[in-house]
């Protein structure tokens, strides 16, 4: 069965990890907040793990999940 | 770093803070949804106010829509009606009330009347049949019809138009006419001829479930039964009858009676369920200062003609209790009466398991007590919010985030910003000065030169004390943080030797007044008290003044206030919403922190009463107005001459408050403080300390990612050459978007952050 995640971010080689000096690739994440987790897929470090998030899926989509959770 | 501890599990139970009872009551007080005089008056419950607002508006097909849903048969008793309507119009009291009969004779008369018949709806199984003619048998008739019973009418009339005339005399005869299609387009069967005696009767009980007659034939064959005029049934003679004395009675008589077979058909007892019958009683509160015409339309013929009813049904002034709409800008976002939106926030604070949706709503009142002064019962929409977020954090329900910022920055007021010291050269001080954490943040030159004058003005030593006084964790509803900065405040005062405390801002005056045994006085009265100092002025032009929030109730603080303006040379406009009728300007009950938007809307409130510039004794309205561009200034800059200037954002709110105590300290208490300078130099483009404001992100968060990138190297690149790094502190994740400038220093270009956590996952 494929496995379900929530988002996913390719980088496409654009981003650089500047401490291990290589290119951050999709790589798997997950999210936690109160008790609830989602399994991602988003620019990650391959050396030392770095997941970044972008300021756009920080703002959007993770806050409007962040709000749906609080109020549960 | 200070930090608070995020909700744990989501399924924590606790005991209520305000009981299903207490509730209630409290709902009770909102006569918003009480029906208007006219209607409560009505025993057939029209919707007076829909219909006159329809007929005003000339839509008489919408009006007659309305009133054939209370009369089958509206002619018949639009032109008989005793109207007990119009003696409880409100206009009554200032002129003449509205011709509420005459509107409805109009609207009958000249209304397109719905689509007649109904012979393609599906009829009930059980059946019923009324015995004898007059007013209470074809109202009855009309009734049953409508609830899809098969009837059958036994009258003595030869026919349709004899059994219609039986009691209707007083219609004319386009009325008559109009009546009598109505009358034969309904799906009843009539028998006529007959001659009405007990056995005819009761020879066809077995053919029907429910028989029903006219009272005259129930008196005349039936001379024992004892009619119910509730439920206009006889129970011994299993006959639905009763007296109806006119038109209007006759009319509510055979609603009650259709009710009753209606329950009958059912079989079942037609005492229960009936609902509320009858004319009511309403509390509803009118504004009657916005009526028009005192005086009726004259009629010049027999009845209005459209154009006159029209202009008629337009004296309506559609009595509506809004009185707390109109003042709150938060009620008006949710565009919800309290009562409603009481037992909507109520409600949530009962959810075990779901969402949790009227979360916002409650975090977003400001809870300032205006509406409790405009409502004409005294509607506490403030306690309703305030228990219900100490409740969701009583049973750890309560989200952390809409008040976080505002929590971390009182524990910053109350931690590395505090202050307390003596006034140099006493050990023990007779006073001590609370200017509050807003003032100290926005303004701290008119905070310093408070302090000096009262030194210098007062005996016996005044201490100084820069802090909290408790209203934020208040504001959220935690109890716990309350007590314990309650706790801290007191031990704090006793080291000072227990001063009389001399509050800068009316709402910490508030808060420390649940203070036990404290000695409170507002700066405004001591000032008067001992004369202003030299120096200060007030404005040339004219200026509204904003009464606080937290001086709600307190005319005499009020009343200092104008005072003290007054000896400055200002000249103040007083408006409708002046003194305790005074909105919030948006930062009481944290409202800011939960809904900008709301907040944001609150503070237009303040500022659409007058163009002139805005006097305020609070520093947090000084400053939510001068953040909307209006010319604003606190009553303590003017007694010091001093200028706070434009409006400081976030990070400089905290820079303000470390930057006096760290200042103060050197100056009058020779401390060197313990200042943390940064060994590197870090700038900010003007988009990312817009952002920064906006994100409620600070300096601090800031540097503390700056410092992690120093340290361990960590930041990607991005594809425009930027580099970004991030850092966890606290509850939320802050990400930082900067270059390194030739010279060695960073220049910040965006930041943001999240609460949730993100980690690498493995498989």
Not at chain 2, 645 to 665: Q, V, Y
């Amino acid at each position: 069965m494929a496995e379900k995640n929530y988002y996913t971010i390719d980088p496409g080689g654009k981003l650089r990890c500047m401490k291990c000096g290589v290119k951050l690739e999709k790589g798997k994440a997950k999210f936690l907040y109160l008790d609830n987790g989602f399994p991602v897929e988003l620019p990650v470090c391959p050396v030392c793990g770095f997941v970044y998030v972008p300021e756009e899926l920080a703002l959007g989509k993770v806050a409007s999940v962040e709000r749906a959770l609080e109020d549960k | 770093m200070a930090q608070i501890q995020e909700r744990g599990s989501t399924h924590v139970y606790k005991v209520n803070k305000i009981s299903k009872e207490e509730m209630e009551q409290m709902v009770a007080r909102c006569v918003y949804e009480h029906p208007p005089f006219c209607s409560a008056a009505c025993p057939l419950k029209l919707d007076t106010r829909a219909f006159l607002e329809a007929a005003a508006a000339g839509n008489f097909k919408k009006a007659l829509q309305l009133y054939e849903k209370i009369a089958p048969f509206p002619l018949v008793l639009a032109m008989g009606c005793e109207a007990p309507c119009e003696g409880k119009c409100r206009l009554c009291e200032i002129g003449e009330g509205v011709a509420i009969r005459a509107v409805e004779e109009a609207v009958t008369r000249f209304g397109q009347a719905q689509k007649l018949g109904g012979v393609f709806r599906t009829k009930k199984k059980k059946t019923a049949a009324i015995f004898g003619s007059g007013l209470f048998p074809l109202f009855l008739a009309g009734e049953i019809e409508k609830k899809a019973y098969p009837l059958t009418v036994f009258c003595e009339e030869a026919d349709l138009e004899s059994f219609l005339r039986r009691g209707t005399g007083f219609l004319d005869e386009t009325a008559f006419e109009l009546e009598y299609r109505r009358l034969k387009a309904k799906d009843i069967r009539f028998v006529f001829g007959c001659t009405l005696t007990r056995d005819f009767m009761e020879e066809r009980r077995a053919s029907f479930d429910v028989l029903c007659a006219s009272h005259e034939l129930t008196s005349a064959l039936y001379p024992e039964a004892a009619c119910i005029p509730e439920l206009m049934y006889c129970e011994a003679e299993k006959l639905v009858s009763g007296p109806a004395a006119g038109i209007l009675d006759a009319a509510f008589g055979a609603k009650k009676a259709a009710l009753t077979v209606d329950r009958l058909a059912q079989n079942l007892d037609p005492r229960n369920t009936r609902g509320q019958e009858g004319p009511v009683e309403s509390q509803l509160y009118t504004d009657l200062s916005g009526a028009g015409a005192l005086t009726r339309v004259p009629m010049y013929g027999a009845g209005y003609t459209e154009e006159e009813a029209i202009r008629e049904a337009g004296r309506c002034i559609r009595c509506q209790c809004e009185e707390c709409l109109k003042s709150c800008a938060y009620l008006a976002h949710y565009k919800k009466h309290p009562g409603l939106l009481s037992k909507e926030i109520y409600n949530n604070t009962q959810i075990i398991m779901g969402d949790h949706q009227l979360n916002k709503p409650m975090n977003s009142c400001a809870l300032c007590g205006q509406c409790t002064v405009v409502c004409p019962n005294g509607f506490d929409m403030a306690r309703v919010c305030h228990e219900a977020r100490r409740n969701m954090v009583s049973t750890d329900k309560m989200p952390l985030a809409p008040h976080e910022f505002a929590l971390l920055d009182m524990l910053f007021s109350n931690g590395d910003a505090f202050l307390a010291r003596p006034q140099p050269g006493y050990g023990k001080c007779r006073y001590v000065f609370f200017p509050g954490c807003q003032a100290a943040a926005i303004a701290p030159e008119t905070v310093r030169a408070a302090y000096l004058d009262l030194c210098e003005r007062l005996p016996g030593g005044v201490a100084l004390m820069l802090g909290c006084c408790g209203a934020i964790c208040d504001w959220a509803g935690r109890t716990e943080l309350q007590e314990q900065t309650k706790e801290f405040l007191g031990r704090e005062l006793s080291k000072l030797g227990d001063p009389v405390v001399i509050a800068g801002c009316p709402m910490c005056k508030k808060e420390l007044a649940s203070h036990e045994g404290l000695q409170l006085v507002g700066i405004w009265d001591l000032l008067l008290e001992i004369g202003l100092p030299v120096g200060g002025r007030g404005l040339a032009r004219p200026a509204a003044l904003h009464d606080s929030c937290g001086a709600r109730g307190d005319e005499k603080t009020q009343a200092a206030i104008r005072e003290i303006a007054k000896r400055l040379g200002c000249t103040l406009t007083d408006t409708e919403f002046s003194g305790d009728r005074s909105p919030c300007c948006g930062y009481g009950g944290l409202a800011a922190y939960a809904n900008r938007e709301v907040a944001r809307e609150l503070t237009e409130k303040c500022l659409e009463r007058s163009d002139a510039p805005y006097i305020s004794y609070c520093m947090a309205c000084r400053d939510r107005f001068a953040r909307q561009s209006r010319e604003s200034r606190h009553i303590l800059e003017l007694v010091y001459g001093t200028d706070a200037g434009a409006p400081p954002d976030i990070s400089e709110k905290r820079f303000n408050r470390l930057t006096l105590k760290n200042e103060l300290l050197r100056e009058l208490w020779q401390e060197e403080p313990r200042e943390m300078n940064l060994d590197y130099t870090l700038n900010y483009t003007d988009e990312a300390r817009r952002i920064m404001d906006e994100r409620m992100i600070l300096t601090d968060d800031v540097i503390a990612v700056l410092d992690c990138v120093r340290k361990t190297g960590e930041c990607i690149q991005d594809e425009d050459g930027l580099l970004v790094a991030r850092r966890r502190v606290g509850n939320a994740t802050f990400w930082v978007k900067f270059t390194r400038e030739g010279d060695g220093s960073y220049l910040v270009h965006r930041a943001w952050s999240h609460r949730m956590t993100v980690v690498k996952r493995e498989g």
